[in-house]
């Protein structure tokens, strides 16, 4: 499940870049939230909805609670 996860990731990441909308910041942080390495509430405020969007976009909107 990871890896499907993290393959997502990239290519969420790649569709991303190209259209220039969503921070580096907030995928930096749905990276880190995927790995378990931190928490939703460790997400600055500012981001936190980029953050929310982009786990939801990888069908885990549940690590956003």
């Given at each position: 499940?990871?890896?499907r996860l993290i393959r997502n990731l990239?290519?969420?990441i790649l569709?991303?870049?190209?259209?220039?909308?969503m921070s580096a910041v907030a995928v930096i942080y749905t990276t880190l939230i995927i790995k378990g390495k931190?928490?939703?509430?460790?997400v600055p405020e500012?981001?936190?909805a980029q953050v929310r969007e982009i786990l939801a976009d990888l069908?885990?909107?549940e690590l956003a609670e």
């Amino acid at each position: 499940r990871v890896r499907r996860l993290i393959r997502n990731l990239l290519f969420f990441i790649l569709q991303k870049i190209f259209r220039e909308e969503m921070s580096a910041v907030a995928v930096i942080y749905t990276t880190l939230i995927i790995k378990g390495k931190k928490t939703f509430d460790q997400v600055p405020e500012r981001i936190q909805a980029q953050v929310r969007e982009i786990l939801a976009d990888l069908d885990v909107p549940e690590l956003a609670e």
